[in-house]
């Protein structure tokens, strides 16, 4: 997001009434659509938010209304809910009403793209955030022609897709964004599921002082996304009847840690290896693993190389302690060095991913000197977990 626009709170957003609200789920690892099937949210996930009052309205907007163009993002925001969970978001689920026709009758069905921001606070006063996750969908389930459907797309974002919420108790912005015309009616085909929502100028008489208990307001910010503009347009009511106060449908779960794996590392060594490396932050998901290792043998640096079985086993340079030949292979790559001495220390840090399928992984790293001489020193067996 960039510069702040006209930030006076207009009337907008037009409602059409949907005729049904089916399901789906989007697996992100296979890139498979599955009719009819919600996401499988027990496996290690816990709700962090949850709004999900639908009013069976979905809003949209006339071409000739600022509210539609291309480039142009709504977002609505709130507040992260109560988590027994990490800030690591595995799954959401979010709802629109479509006009475009279902791919299963020749038509486009539905696209959209969703962004997912922290610290967006609304009325077009975070100029500067830049999404904390990004998402694009389009061949979206649709409906018949003439009639508008609701979609209720939970998306599992289990290995490797996951991204970082902004925490329990902190704000949040959820953008949308669609443009599309298939039907060229002159309107936009997709617009957000439309939720229950606290009035900005409601019993209280303070637009921060009545939210629901989401956090959410009965507006809405419009921001040109447009790389040459980048501005908020302004922040819109929902418009009138039915339904005056509105949010739009999201749900969202992180990663549950009760019981789950903690990151905690173990110092191994075997024969007369020097003992020098040394661990400084276990390999948390989502964080770095970071260690530092001292010159022993007046090298230039370090290598370091991960497997997930141990080994003992002599050569010539010291002893071995990690299977090489280990069939899952090296679990490092990209990351092995050579981290160079500075002052006699070197210092390592491993990016670890988001993945909660890593939950639990065992690995077994060992560094290695070189440049005066090729000398294996320590291993430390590793576990990744929160």
């Keep these: 997001m960039g510069t702040v626009g006209n930030a006076q709170s207009q009337t907008g957003l037009d409602k059409v009434q949907v005729t049904k609200i089916g399901t789906a789920t989007i697996k992100m690892a296979t890139g498979e659509i599955i009719r009819g099937q919600s996401a499988d949210k027990s496996a290690g996930l816990v709700s962090a938010f949850v709004n999900t009052d639908t009013s069976g309205f979905y809003g949209t907007g006339a071409v000739s209304n600022t509210l539609t163009g291309n480039n142009l993002e709504w977002l609505d925001f709130g507040v992260v809910q109560t988590a027994t969970g990490s800030d690591i978001v595995g799954s959401f689920t979010f709802g629109y009403g479509t006009s475009a026709t279902d791919t299963i009758l020749g038509g486009p069905g539905a696209s ?51 991204f970082c919420s902004a925490g329990v ?72 009847t039915p339904f005056n106060f509105s949010s739009w449908y999201l749900t969202f779960e992180t990663a549950d840690t009760t019981g789950a794996a903690t990151a905690s590392s ?62 899952g292979g090296e679990l490092l790559a990209g990351f092995n060095g050579p981290y160079i001495f500075a002052g006699g220390v070197a210092t390592i840090a491993v990016p670890v991913p988001k993945n909660l399928n890593l939950c639990g992984l065992a690995l077994s790293t060992q560094t290695f000197e070189f440049g005066g001489g090729v000398q294996l020193h320590n291993a430390q067996d590793l576990v990744v977990g929160f």
Excluded at 135 to 148: A, I, K, R
């Design 112 to 162: 959209v793209v969703l962004g997912f921001y922290d610290g967006i606070t609304g009325f077009c006063a975070d100029s500067g955030n830049a999404p904390t996750a990004q998402f694009s969908f389009s061949g979206l389930p649709g409906s018949s022609p003439g009639v508008g459907a609701g979609w209720l797309i939970s998306v599992d974002l289990q290995g490797g897709f996951e």
């Design 266 to 327: 173990s110092f191994r060594n075997g024969g007369s290896n020097p003992g020098n490396y040394a661990v400084t932050a276990a390999p948390v998901l989502g964080s770095n693993f970071a260690g530092t290792d001292t010159q022993s043998n007046g090298g230039l640096g370090v290598f370091i190389v991960g497997f997930q079985t141990p080994l003992s086993f002599s050569t010539a340079f010291g002893q071995l302690l990690v299977n090489v030949a280990d069939p």
């Design 169 to 240: 108790g902190n704000n949040f912005g959820f953008g949308l964004l669609t443009a599309d015309d298939n039907n060229g009616n002159g309107s936009r085909d997709t617009g957000p599921l439309l939720c229950y929502a606290g009035d900005p100028f409601g019993p209280n008489g303070n637009a921060t002082q009545d939210p629901d208990s989401n956090g959410q307001l009965d507006v809405f910010d419009e921001w040109d996304t447009n790389p040459t503009s980048n501005i908020c347009l302004g922040t819109f009511f929902f418009g009138g």
